[in-house]
């Protein structure tokens, strides 16, 4: 499939006028072809009008129509080949083998989410029957089910061109819950969004769906983003990027006639802590897989351990040494853009000036756009008292607290900002310790894990990847996995409707086969 540079208005493709873009290479520091024309308001107000005229037909279509929609968008991603894998690992500089793996991931999530749509359990079909006799009054018929909320905007991230961006967690739960959606493509990835908008495209036309189910708007700058977010068809926005970026968006949508939910993914250091068993056992290999945990991916990952915390002490220092050997051996490797590459750069020189130590620096190599790694130590001291200290850098760093007991290491976990993951490295003798920690941890993150390193979020049914502010922008939603469909739904409750008029899915002789809440009573009733 030819990279053309247009974005795509519904079932149009056409190039805009306001900007000329061009996607980058940032591994050879050179500007790709083709040149995208960049929209603006028009083509954003265009795709929006159309995802309003699609959200009814869309909603109202079966659950097979869209389960079957989201596997053909899945299929028509594989369909793509060779072509799909190269253009975005030029884009973004990562290796091919790990956008196989995505790609891999991006169908998967399509899969699991058709077959949420089949399941029908999101719908949350509940009926209470009507109680004339009731006194001192009667109970009414009540019956609640759960609709989607309207078209969404969905931001591509940088750090993921295909599982967090066109047809990524976002889009997938979108269209399962039945809302159009409207993608702004990441300036960094032009060619890659372009293609997969293309295989949505087709796959919105050859399953018979409104053509305002699916648009891509390119732009420069952030107005176009702005443009959609405040547009009155848009009805919730999903974006993974900066906090700053983030806290953007919800302004923007706070301050519209009509507000809507911004579920944002901003910011998360992700803390370890490395307890003292833990230690003892294995402080070589904790340590080793803490670097490449640190540095997988040049650092660009949102659950990248940028912080870990452990009890001083002989078997902390053996930790602390593996690590900084470990950390020595790793070179520079070009980040995914050189915004990316010069933030990071600019957050290394920041922590360098708050007067803590770095104990290791990567080895120096001649990448372009490229990432040093760096481990830096800190007493817990100098922690609390240092704000900057808590701040995310996105790349391969992490930084070292050192607790002089317990006590200031439960200080440090309830000082900590909101997280989407912590780790707990233990033995069966940290557990006693580990009961005083979970409660904390419970209240500060999405997502702990144990004797793991955060870097691999599973597509599954149980997998919450969010967190408290400022991890997410709402801590009850999660963008991956089955549960992130609830991000775009809404309950509505009927009262005394009569049968001939009510859904499907609360309709009495059960049509869709649903397990239901019949009565207090869940069942296929």
Known sequence: MKITGE???????????????????????????????????????????????????????SLETRAEFLEAIADNLLALGDALIERASVESALPKARIEGERARTIGQLKLFASLVREGRWIGATLDSAQPDRKPLPRPDLRLQKIPVGPVAVFGASNFPLAFSVAGGDTASAFAAGCPVVVKAHPAHLGTSELVGRAIQKAVADSGLP?????????????????????????????TGSRRGGLALIDIAAKRAEPIPVFAEMSSVNPLFALPGALAARADTLATGFVDSVTLGVGQFCTNPGLVIALEGPHLQEFIDAASAALEKKGAQTMLTAGIAAAYADGVKARDKTGIERVATGAKTDASCGALPALYQASAEQFLATPPLEDEIFGPTSLIVVCADEDEMLAVARHLEGQLTATLHLESDDFEFAKRLLPILERKVGRILANGFPTGVEVSYAMVHGGPFPATSDSRSTSVGALAIERFLRPVCYQDLPAALLPQALSDDNPLNLWRLRDGELGPN
């Open 7 to 61: 974005m795509l208005i519904g079932a149009s493709a056409l190039r805009g006028s306001d900007a000329t873009l061009r996607a980058f290479d940032p591994a050879r520091n050179t500007e790709l072809e083709p040149a995208f024309g960049g929209g603006g308001a028009a083509e954003v107000a265009r795709a929006c009008e159309l995802a309003e005229e699609a959200f009814d037909p869309f909603r109202r279509a």
């Open 211 to 239: 053509e305002g189910v699916f648009s891509l708007v390119v732009g420069a700058g952030n107005a176009i983003g702005e443009a959609l977010v405040a547009h009155p068809a848009i009805r919730a926005v999903g974006f």
